[in-house]
């Protein structure tokens, strides 16, 4: 009796163990399917920023940083109405202008600094939309890190700062 019960306890390890080992096994077969399929798929991983110059592609109308745009003279477009300032929902622009005087004798704004935090920016695009002359617009030029903050405080109107590298 004591010999029979001991028979079926061996008997009922082998069976869990063996089941383990078939569950595993079947669990390996699973995974190394997956493996052989994602093996054979295309590479969706791209390796920045040795990609720069070839495979890099950023979306036209991603907003990477605010740019002033000129004319065919390469005059800034902008009047100095304020309007994108007033549109800015958190204090991102600031404009500074001088009243000039035209030939015609008329007096009008020109611009003297365009102040943009893109620090600040949260690239809602209001000030472009807002903006009666078409004069600002987004470009896609994502590398914007620095290191210290306050380089993030641009005035558009230097060169420096109203960058427009547009990745393709
Ligand atoms: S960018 Fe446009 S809205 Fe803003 S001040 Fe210049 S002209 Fe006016
Ligand atoms: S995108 Fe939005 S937050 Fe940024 S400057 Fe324009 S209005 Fe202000």
Redo the contacts with the bound molecule.
Sequence with gaps: MKKEKETDTIMATFKAYFRGWTSGLKSLATGMCTSMKVFRQKAVTEEYPENRHSTLHIPERYRGRLRLLTDEEGQFR????????MNCPNGTIR?EADTVETEEGRKRKQLRAYHYDLGSCIFCQLCVE????G??AFSNDFENAVFERDRLKLDLTRPEDNRCHDWQ
């Design positions: 902008c009047v100095a109405c304020g309007i994108c300032q404009i807002a903006c009666p002359h004069a600002i």
